[in-house]
């Protein structure tokens, strides 16, 4: 039996959660503030686990974080942040800190099982010592998303955000790879140097070594003067390498051996350069496949791959959809003009595919409130991604846009669930791999469809 301390202003969410850890054979203590909870610790000993809410009267929930990574005693114990509204900053900032996980309310008696058997077995990640950055403007680019995929993006980019090492992102065209990037920047302790992006696949290949590395003066045919290149340019910061995938190979050897020296030489100098970077680079690619095929050097895929970040097609994240479409329109329509998306405009967007992702939606929505007559965007307003599309299987079911938008999204959700439990032979771990979510996630989802595994065709 643990004892577990939960850290929660809302009385009723408190006792519940309580009862819940206390019928499933676990002692548990309370607090209704951090300052409670704090003085409640002191001289105790350490609880196995700490249920922490963001929104506490006096010091907020990412303070008492802090206070207990600087608390000697209490510095690992795992910290279960929850919040009503979970948003890219407070899922980031609380990974960032060091927390072990972040729920949102409310949460279900199986997924708190889950979460206890991890934590009771499994040992806290390291904690990063740096506070988090301030609240970003609203100008900054953010990782937006509440759908669980993308809450596991942000937990994975928080955690990464405390250490030093190379990161790669995959993922396709258009799903906010180098937007991803810089909000890693953001939240770590390089976030005051340097954020140079250098996109490997627009540079010509005889320009791209001098790009990088940087040039002495007449080194070649035009190089009037020294040049200092992006690598040195990051010096401090963060070096972001997009679409590494379309790095021709002698360069691949050449950017290997600055990973491995962090070196740099610039071209036609024997000065060596020494630099302080973190480079994150990022692909549309199967860097693995082209491995297999010669056009990619594994070694460079390890030293690159050390933590995979993993950006979800658009597609898997449908609860996505409805609140960036809302989040674009409002940055598209002026103050005096606000527009809304009409209910049958709302079904269109949550049923499309995306092919071109996050993007995509974001030049649709740009695209249909510019020439759009009125103040209500309906679904005639958007005919242009259908009429682009000449692929019939692709075609928006009919039934489906007559639902009403919960069931339209039930029935898709069903559909992306029954599909990835087929291609991947019935192995829930693998079709929750597919869909970008946790396997305790899926279980949640199918039993709230109703679900069973023979209903999915199991």
């Known amino acids: 039996m643990a004892t577990i301390l939960i850290i929660d202003d809302d009385d009723a969410f408190r006792e519940g959660l309580a009862e819940t850890v206390q019928d499933l054979g676990h002692s548990t203590a309370e607090a209704r503030s951090g300052e409670e909870a704090l003085e409640l610790l ?9 249920f922490l809410d963001f929104r506490l009267p ?17 510095q690992t114990v795992p910290v279960v942040m929850l919040t009503a509204h979970a948003t890219s900053d407070n899922t980031i900032s609380a990974m960032r800190l060091g927390a072990f996980e972040h729920l949102a309310k409310p949460v279900g008696r199986e997924e708190i099982a889950a979460l206890l058997d991890r934590v009771l077995s499994a040992q806290m990640d390291t904690p990063a010592t740096r506070a988090f950055a301030d609240e970003v403007t609203s100008d900054e680019p953010q990782l937006l998303g509440v759908s669980e995929a993308m809450r596991e993006v942000q937990k994975r980019l928080g955690r990464a ?6 990161v790669l992102i995959t993922g396709e065209t258009g799903t906010g790879k180098e937007i991803a990037a810089r909000v890693l920047h ?37 190089a009037q003067r020294d040049r200092r290149g992006r690598v040195e340019e990051a010096h401090g910061g963060t070096l972001f390498l997009d679409e590494v995938g379309d790095m021709p190979l002698p360069m691949q050897a050449k950017l290997l051996r600055v990973l491995q020296e962090r070196q740099v030489t610039p071209l036609g ?7 302080d970077v973190r480079v994150v680079a990022a692909t549309h690619r199967d860097l693995a496949s082209m491995v297999e095929a010669g056009t990619f050097r594994q070694d460079l895929l390890f030293r690159l791959n050390v933590i995979p970040l993993h950006m979800p097609p658009l597609r898997e994240r449908v609860a996505d959809i409805l609140p960036l479409a809302e989040h674009f329109l409002a940055a598209a329509s002026t103050d005096v003009a606000r527009k809304h998306l009409s209910a049958d405009a709302q079904r269109m967007l949550a049923t499309f595919a995306w092919p071109g992702n996050v993007r995509e ?33 692709d075609a928006i079911p009919q039934a489906l846009l007559e639902l009403p938008l ?19 032979g019935g192995n829930r771990a693998e079709a929750a791999r597919r869909l970008g979510i946790s396997r305790q996630s899926l279980y949640t989802r199918m039993s709230a469809l109703g679900m069973s595994e023979a209903s999915a065709g199991v």
């Open 42 to 50: 002191r001289g105790r000993t350490a609880p196995a686990c700490i």
């Open 361 to 393: 939606l974001a030049n649709a929505i740009e695209r249909a409130s510019a020439l759009g007559a009125g103040q209500v965007l309906t679904r005639d307003d958007f005919a242009f991604l259908t009429a682009a599309r000449t692929n019939a299987d």
């Open 269 to 275: 100098t024997n000065r060596v350069v020494t630099v």
């Open 161 to 166: 955000a405390g250490t030093n090492s190379t």
């Open 406 to 424: 919960p069931q339209a999204v039930a029935q898709l959700e069903r559909a992306l669930i029954v599909h990835a439990l087929s291609a991947s």
């Open 186 to 222: 953001r939240a770590s302790a390089r976030a005051s140097g340097p954020f140079v992006a250098v996109n490997c696949a627009a540079i010509p290949e005889d320009l791209l070594e001098s790009e990088l590395f940087g040039h002495g003066k007449g080194a070649f045919t035009g």
């Open 58 to 74: 006096g010091a907020d929930g990412v303070a008492v974080l802090e206070t207990l990574r600087a608390t000697p005693g209490l």
